[in-house]
T-cell receptor
Framework: DTEVTQTPKHLVMGMTNKKSLKCEQHMGHRAMYWYKQKAKKPPELMFVYSYEKLSINESVPSRFSPECPNSSLLNLHLHALQPEDSALYLC???????????FGPGTRLTVT | EDKVVQSPLSLVVHEGDTVTLNCSYEVTNFRSLLWYKQEKKAPTFLFMLTSSGIEKKSGRLSSILDKKELFSILNITATQTGDSAVYLCAPFSSGSARQLTFGSGTQLTVLP
């Protein structure tokens, strides 16, 4: 199984809402990533988890809160977002220390 | 600061043409270079290159890395409309900052 799944596919939320994005992989990978991608731009790294521990936080605002409940799951909790946070949010996984990352289909987030 | 430059930014060709996409990079703790293809959603993995001068091939796609000159090229022969996508180059860094740094991508459009 070489698939990373993400839910929901689309999400529209107001600036006062709280929502969560979910990511799941069953490839036995112990590194998982959140990226943000704006239109016509490359993915930008937000967070990296290695062995379920947060190892990289690329100075992401606290309104984004990641969580890795187990080795297969990665969540991104959203609260009090701004319209400029509207983007495609991509999850990826890999072996720890390996460059080859497998991406999920993404969640298209719109903040109104 | 790590830097990845892809050229051209966009390219329009006709089916059957051959294209060469370029990627130059300057990253600390370079370990490997990856190419991804991104259509509407998730980037899909194409190649990972770790050694200079060794061409990797997959069907009509091939890629090579020059670690001395810090660049890589991706060739696509006999292009098809299904090759239309953004092609992303991403050097992978090891050490404490184990991550991919994506270039801005080349938008390839193949016309019938």
């Amino acid at each position: 199984d070489t698939e990373v799944t993400q839910t929901p596919k689309h999400l529209v939320m107001g600036m006062t809402n709280k929502k969560s994005l979910k990511c799941e992989q069953h490839m036995g990978h112990r590194a998982m990533y959140w990226y943000k991608q704006k239109a016509k731009k490359p993915p930008e790294l937000m967070f990296v988890y290695s062995y379920e521990k947060l190892s990289i936080n690329e100075s992401v605002p606290s309104r984004f809160s990641p969580e890795c409940p187990n080795s297969s799951l990665l969540n991104l909790h959203l609260h009090a977002l701004q319209p400029e946070d509207s983007a495609l949010y991509l999850c990826a996984s890999s072996q720890v220390g390996a460059g080859e990352q497998y991406f999920g289909p993404g969640t298209r987030l719109t903040v109104t | 600061e790590d830097k990845v430059v892809q050229s051209p930014l966009s390219l329009v060709v006709h089916e059957g043409d051959t294209v060469t996409l370029n990627c130059s990079y300057e990253v600390t703790n370079f370990r490997s270079l990856l190419w991804y293809k991104q259509e509407k959603k998730a980037p899909t993995f194409l190649f990972m290159l770790t050694s200079s001068g060794i061409e990797k091939k997959s069907g009509r796609l091939s890629s090579i890395l020059d670690k001395k000159e810090l660049f890589s090229i991706l060739n696509i022969t006999a292009t098809q409309t299904g090759d239309s996508a953004v092609y992303l180059c991403a050097p992978f860094s090891s050490g404490s900052a184990r991550q991919l740094t994506f270039g801005s991508g080349t938008q390839l459009t193949v016309l019938p």
